[in-house]
Structures are given as C-alpha cells and as structure tokens.
C-alpha cells in the first residue's frame, strides 16, 4: 500500500512540473514559413486553336493534364435537357473504336492512371493524371477519347437507365430539394439556370445528338490544355505539338448566355414531405455579377452573415443562443457568366419553423440598421484571407487559377487585386453593400417540411403557395 502511494505521489509531482514547464499558447514561437513562388506559366497555341498552358513540378514523377472546353448544357435545348452531362459520360464510359471500354479500363488500371470527362453549364473539362513514365503510352489514348467517342448505344442505355435512377430519388433528401427548388424560383422552371432533366427529355436523347454536341464542343478552337508534372517544358511543347498536330480546329463557341429574367417580390412557398420531422428553409433573391466593384466588401458581408465554424452571426445567435437550428448557411453569389443567387437558410424542428424564419431575416435585417464593429470586420477578413491560401498551394493550383480566370475573361491578376480590395474594406463599405444589394422586405421564402407538424405557422408571412415536386412521368410513344 505504501509503495503505492510512493508511486502515485511520484507522478502526480512529475505532472505538476510538466504543466509548469510548458509554454503558454500565446508564448510559442513559430519558424517563418517558406515563401510561396508563383511558377512560370509556359503558354503557346497551335493553329487548330488549342492554347496550352505548361508548369513544370519535379516534386513527384507524375504529369497531370486538365482540359477546360468551350461548351455547356447552355447549347442544348429544353427538349433535350441531360444531352451535355451524358455525352461526357457516354464519352469515357464508351470508349472508342480502338480503345473500347474494357480494353479501355484494364490499360488504365495496369498504369494506376486516370482519364475522366465532365460537362456544366457553362464549361467542360477533361482530365489525364499518369506516371511520368506512361505519359508518351497513354497520351494518344487520351487523345483518341478526345476525338472519336464510340458512343456504344448500350452504354447509352446504361447511362439513360442510371440518370433515370437518380431521377426518381431526387426528391429524397429535404436539403437537396430545396436547394433544387429555390433555384427555380430565382431563375424560373424554364429558365436556363433552373431546368431539369426529366424522364422526358432523356427519352429525347439520342446517339446522333451525341455525336453532334460532341463535334460543337471538342474541337480545337474550344479546348485549352494545361498540363504539369516532372517534365522539361521545351520537350513537352514538341511532343503536344506533335500529338494534336492534327486535331480538327472547328469553330469557336461563344459563351452567350441570357441574362437573368428577374423582378424583386416577396413570396412564402412550401413543399410538404411528409416523412421529415423537420423543415429545411431558404430565403433570399437574385445575386450578381463577379465583376461587381463592390465584390469584396461583399464577400466580407457573407463572412460576417453566415460565415464557417462557428464564426457568422446566423451560426452564433440562430443556432447558439437561441438553439434554432440543426445547420444555418447563406451567401450572396456573385457569378461570373449570369447572376448568382443571394440566399441564407436553416434546418430546424417542425415545431420552430416560424420562429426560425424570423430570427434569419431578423440577422439579415441587422446588417443594414447598424453597422458591424471593426474587431467583427477585421476577423471576419481574417479569415477569408487564411481561407484563401489554399487557393495558391501547389502549383497545379495556380494554373488552373490561371486557366480560369481566361476562360472566363478576367484578367490574371484577378485574384491578387481582390486581396487588395478585401484588406481595404470598411465597416461603412459593409453597411453600404447590404443596403445596396439586399432586400429584405422582398425574398422569396421556401420551406421543405411536414405540414402535419408546421401546421399554420407560415400564415404570418402571407399567402401560402404550395409546389408540387411531383416527378412527371414520361409519355409513351402510343399516347
């Protein structure tokens, strides 16, 4: 018993001078970090039209190729909604003529390599990541899926029978459908920005309109190829130039699309889904534009409003102080080619769905009656600006940084002024920015909930509009 007691006194003293010996957090000293060196971006175009954009990084025996292509589902029709996204996946899942999927999947496996294709709204893009010692190998083979997709009719059939399965399960998940649904109701059902694929508009589909999109979209003068890994760049210029040498040049897309049909209203609308115990709400209107002067005071205001962790006051009144939500979220987005959406919402208790609207719209209210206190603003910008170091972390970073910005027509020191102007905003800046570019008084409300459980809580905030998510079913061809 005593030698216990020994022992016991032993380590509690040992422990005790342990903490005394260590160093208080705000005592620690930290080695300065290494300086990040921006690389030198090779460029150079063929005459086909391919720009291509080359870094070197010998860190690690791999060369990645990403591809962004001028093109979208902005080119297809609304009787033909899903044509973009399934031809890019018909494209690699197909395989081509001399590379058929099988083939196909066991050379790229055998090589621990990857080739992917995707397509949105407004830009594709491609991707090649191999060991440097495969890139000669497996370069024509990426070329090859490029230019002359198989489009098999039983992998489209595949691929219909897949998007069919995701179509009958979107209306699933609360959160999903009423991010689905109140992009509806910003852009409109027919809108471009707000459609969707239906079992209608993929029977539409048809290998031929495959084909076709995929003649408009991949051709040389829509493709714009940056590559980087363990490579000297003058070799590689040679072997690209060589590569696609003979890629068909086409005829350059123009990315025009519509503007935003919109007229600031208020409105209260509501999806019953009866199998939640809870309601899931967004409330909000039309965004902007990225090339808004006022862009990052703006950013700033969605830091301060719904910032991550448990910085933003939506997180820290609604949900800490007054235990109203399960999750908050808001952004005012600012979109390069159309108009973003300015949003905030919550998921909370059927019980309290009244009551969480009002303390989100109470907090987006605040934010034009009084002003934010400079200690809010300066940590708020704080931390945007740790956020935005990972945007910069390798080199593969910035040039697809890069590669953007000209694809999208901004100039290339985009994101350096934009860490200017975040430093130099003002509380005044803020409280302009929310009095200038939200409206309270007209946001369109959208809750997903039981309407068992909510019972008449939306009342208060007008005329309650029912939407119907009732999936429509796709016509047979004897009706």
């Known amino acids: 018993m005593k030698r216990t007691l020994s022992i016991s006194l032993i380590w509690l003293i040992a422990g005790f001078s342990l903490l005394e010996a260590q160093t208080r957090y705000d005592e620690l000293t930290y080695p300065e970090l290494n300086e990040f060196q921006v690389p030198d971006i090779e460029t150079f175009e063929l005459d086909n039209g391919i720009k291509f954009y080359l870094v070197e990084d010998n860190e690690l025996p791999l060369i990645n190729m990403n591809v962004i292509v001028r093109a979208g589902s902005f080119m297809i029709s609304n ?17 081509t003529k001399k590379y058929p999927e099988e083939e196909l999947n066991e050379l790229l496996e055998n090589r621990a390599a990857r080739m992917e294709f995707g397509m949105g709204l407004s830009s594709g893009s491609g991707s090649m990541n191999v060991l440097k010692e495969d890139f000669n190998d497996l370069l024509p083979v990426f070329i090859d899926l490029l230019k002359n997709p198989a489009f098999p009719e039983d992998k489209i059939d595949l691929a219909k029978t897949r998007t069919r399965s995701g179509i009958s399960r979107r209306n699933d998940n609360a959160q999903s459908v009423a991010s689905r649904e109140f992009s509806q109701l910003i852009y409109g059902e027919e809108s471009l920005y707000g459609r969707l694929i239906e079992y209608e ?31 000297s760049a003058p070799q590689m210029k040679d072997a690209l130039q060589e590569a696609f040498s003979d890629y068909p040049k086409g005829t350059r897309n123009e990315l025009d699309l519509p503007e935003v049909d919109y007229e600031f209203n208020s409105s209260i609308n509501f999806i019953d889904k009866p199998d939640v115990n809870q309601s899931v709400v967004f409330m909000g209107h039309i965004g902007g534009l990225r090339d808004n002067p006022d862009y990052a005071a703006l950013q700033a205001m969605n830091e301060i409003l719904s910032g991550g962790s448990f910085s933003g006051r939506l997180m820290q009144t609604v949900r800490s102080e007054m235990g109203l939500a399960y999750s908050v979220f808001g952004s005012y987005q600012s979109n390069v080619q159309y108009k973003g959406q300015f949003y905030a919402g919550i998921s909370t208790r059927s019980s309290a769905t009244g009551e969480a609207i009002n303390a989100v719209r ?27 170091v990972f945007r910069y972390d390798s080199k593969s970073s910035v040039l697809r940084e890069r590669m953007s910005y000209e694809y999208n027509g901004l100039p290339a020191d985009a994101f350096e002024k934009y860490i200017e102007q975040l430093q130099d905003v003002t509380v005044d800046d803020i409280y302009r920015a929310a009095n200038e570019y939200i409206q309270p008084g007209n946001m369109r409300v959208l809750v997903v909930g039981n309407a068992s459980e909510i019972g008449d809580q939306l009342d208060e905030f007008g005329d309650v509009n029912e939407i119907d998510i009732t999936i429509p079913r796709a016509q047979r061809e004897d009706e």
């Open 79 to 95: 009787e033909k909604v899903g044509l973009a996204s399934m031809t890019t996946q018909v494209m690699r899942n197909g395989g």
């Open 201 to 231: 508009t993929l029977s539409n589909i048809t290998r031929d309109d495959m084909i076709e999109f995929h003649e408009q979209a991949f051709t040389g003068s829509n493709l714009m190829i940056g590559i980087t890994g363990d490579f």
């Open 362 to 388: 109470d907090q987006i209210i605040r934010l034009q009656e009084e002003k934010v206190g400079e200690q809010e603003l300066e940590e708020a910008k704080e931390r945007v600006l740790n956020s935005l």
